[in-house]
């Protein structure tokens, strides 16, 4: 049987929002809200991998599990592989990235990137949904997915590029969303190539998979969580999930 570790890396020390993590929404902190939507998976453990006291402390005093890992670590990615070494006598196929600034994402959208990763042949999984206007398709804080076929509903298609800006000469490309999952074989391959020249100019980690022929397949949402990276997007999210709440 496949095992599943969705582990989501998290840091208070963010250039345009410091301190997000603990944010509260609905008097509660945001990196708990994102660690009850990947418990609600049910698919297996779910860890936080962070270098602060802070977080750790939130995580656990809400009974949820917390790695302290290093400062020096350059992406989420090589955050998760921390801890991920730990879990490698659990021998976990698939380790999921869920990165800890997506409030309001939908457990559903985790639960079938993890199912289509279990029945398929590819390096890593992500999704992606339609931008909903022009001013969300402009901001370069959402990350555009060029693939080579449309994707809907269950369909998954095969990632050619990634961009902050408009991608230009491509006709179908998709909001990227922040969550990958990873074959182990995939992850411990990723880790171990070095920052590529597209990575580093783009600022797009994924981008290092890509230059270096990994397959990243995309499946599709209907409607894309809001990644948190300004106060603005903050006072959104809270807008949009005290709604629901209510």
């Keep these: 049987m496949n095992k599943t570790v969705i582990i989501i890396p998290s840091r208070l020390d963010a250039l345009r929002l410091p301190n997000k993590p603990l944010a ?6 945001m990196i708990l809200h994102v660690y009850d939507a990947a418990k609600k ?9 962070t270098p602060d006291q802070k ?6 005093n809400n009974g949820g599990k917390a790695v302290f890992t290093s400062l ?27 990165q800890g600034d997506m409030p309001n994402i939908d457990p559903q959208a985790i639960t079938d990137l993890i199912s289509y990763m279990n029945k398929n042949q590819c390096d890593i999984g992500t999704l992606a949904s339609s931008f909903s206007s ?7 804080n959402n990350v555009k997915v060029v693939v080579n076929k449309k994707i809907e509903n269950n369909n998954f298609s095969e990632a050619t590029d990634f961009f902050r800006s408009s991608p230009k000469n491509f006709e179908i490309f998709y909001h990227h969303v ?4 990873f074959t182990n074989k995939a ?9 590529s020249k597209l990575e580093l100019e783009r600022k797009l980690e994924q981008l290092r998979a890509l230059e ?14 809001l990644s948190v990276d300004t106060e603005s997007d903050l006072i959104k999210v809270k807008k949009i999930m005290e709604k629901n709440n209510g």
């Design 24 to 29: 509260l929404i609905n008097k509660k902190e």
């Design 187 to 195: 992850l411990i391959r990723y880790v171990s190539l070095e920052r």
């Design 134 to 140: 022009e001013t969300e398709l402009a901001d370069e």
């Design 212 to 225: 270096n022929n990994m397959s990243i397949h995309v499946g599709y949402i209907n409607s894309s969580p």
């Design 72 to 98: 020096s670590h350059k992406t989420g990615t090589d955050r998760i592989y921390e801890v991920f070494k730990t879990l490698q006598k659990n021998e976990p196929n698939i380790i999921v990235n869920l």
């Design 41 to 49: 998976t049910n698919t297996g453990e779910v860890y936080v991998a």
């Design 178 to 181: 922040g969550i990958y999952a």
């Design 55 to 60: 977080i750790i402390d939130v995580v656990t």
